[in-house]
Structures are given as C-alpha cells and as structure tokens.
C-alpha cells in the first residue's frame, strides 16, 4: 500500500522554465511533507518541507504547495537550471513519529 | 566535513555471510535512521534509534540487527546474507519531532551499495 505516490516518472524541462514535480497522498494523518532531492551515488538532499496548516512555502527558486482537501502536494522550480537535473523524492510524516514515507521519486531533467 | 558518513561505500559478498555497515553523524542529532532503497528505488524506513533506544522496527528479518553504541553513531550488522538483501542502504539522523524543538527534516548519509552474490 503505496501511501505517497509520484505518478510521474520522469520530467524533461528546458532551463530557465518552470519545472513543478507532483505528489499525492493517501494518509490524511499527515502533519508534513518533504522534498528531497537526489544525485547519482548520493544520499537524497533535503530542500524544502511544508507543515499541514500551511498551504505555501517558499525558499528561494524552490516553493511547494499543498493542498489537503485533494491531498495532493507540488515541488515548483522556477527558473529551472541544469544543476537541478536529478530525481525528487517527496516524503510525508506524522508528527510525534520521526517516520518519513517516501515516495518512489520523479527524475527531473533540465536541458539547456 | 562531513554531517553524516557511512562505512564503506561499497560492500560484495556471498550469500550466508555477516557484514557491518557503519554510520557517524556530527550533527548533533538524537535520532538516527536506517533505510532500504531496493531495486525499483523505493527508500524504506528499517529502524530509527532516538538517544540509543529503539524506536522504529519496521518488519525486518532478525537477520538485521542495528547498534547503537552512542548517538552518534548507529551500526547495521546483518546476518546470512541473501540475494534479496542487496539493495543501497542509507542512515539518515534528524533532531526528531517530538519534544519542544521540531525539525522535521532528516539528513542522509551517502550509502552503502550491498551486493550479495
């Protein structure tokens, strides 16, 4: 039972447009949610995460969106670069617990 | 200067063997994690140690057998090794999301790739 889902396999973006990577959840306990991002042979990076009682968030070129009553969550990257081309996980969790659920992640790929 | 490292990076072995995996934060942290990234790249949360105490167990074979000497550091020691367990490993640590202070983010380490043949 797949409780965080990201539909989209891969997304191919030209630089300098706007890349938005999706995510939808199952669990309506969620308190967070988290985007990660990961290079070949790294440990996913965290970028940005946003809290349930908010429904924006912002940082820098990065801001994620969540809207609970379609329990749906987006990753915007605007202006797209190069640098970003890697795969996006997002990741979902309850307060109190420490346990993350991720997604099975999107491969973003921004090409000049 | 690295915020969480595990050793070694790469770990091939035959099946039926026992191999440690090793992991270091200098975060600070108090929990620490350790997930399985299988074949189709999906990344699982195994157990998590807050201060050195178990916290999650999340169905895991008895083969895998975590330490936690001090809460900076958080081993993986798995036992009769099998096809199946090859898979990336990483240990990730946060600060945890209970108590007054909440950081919901976690840090990962670069992995460990496991092959067993």
């Known amino acids: 039972d797949q409780q965080v889902k990201q539909n989209s396999p891969s997304l191919s973006v030209q630089e300098g447009r706007i890349s938005i990577l999706n995510c939808d959840y199952t669990?309506?306990?969620?308190?967070?949610f988290l985007w990660y991002k990961k290079y070949p042979a790294e440990g996913p990076t965290f970028l940005i995460s946003?809290?349930?009682?908010?429904d924006k968030n912002e940082d820098g070129r990065f801001t994620v969106f969540l809207n609970k009553s379609a329990k749906h969550l987006s990753l915007h990257i605007v202006p797209s670069q190069p640098g970003d081309s890697a795969v996006y996980f997002c990741?979902?969790?309850?307060?109190?617990?420490?346990?993350?659920?991720f997604g099975t992640g999107t491969r973003l790929q921004v090409f000049p | 200067d690295t915020a969480v490292s595990q050793t070694p990076k790469y770990l091939v072995t035959q099946m039926g063997n026992d191999k440690s995996i090793k992991c270091e934060q200098n975060?600070?942290?108090?929990?620490m994690y350790w997930y399985k990234q299988d074949s189709k790249k999906f990344l699982k949360i195994m157990f998590s140690?807050?201060?050195?105490?178990?916290?999650i167990n999340e169905t895991v074979p008895n083969r895998f057998s975590p330490k936690s000497p001090d809460k900076a550091h958080l081993n993986l020691h798995i036992n009769s090794l099998e096809l199946g367990d090859s898979a990336v490993y990483f240990c990730?640590?946060?600060?945890?999301?209970?108590?007054?202070?909440?950081?919901?983010?976690?840090?990962f380490g670069p992995g460990t790739r496991l092959t067993v043949t």
């Open positions: 669990n309506s306990m969620f308190d967070y």
């Open positions: 990730a640590s946060s600060l945890g999301t209970s108590g007054s202070k909440k950081l919901y983010e976690q840090y």
């Open positions: 975060l600070g942290h108090d929990t």
């Open positions: 140690y807050n201060n050195k105490e178990l916290i």
């Open positions: 946003i809290s349930s009682i908010k």
């Open positions: 990741a979902a969790g309850i307060d109190n617990t420490d346990k993350l659920i």
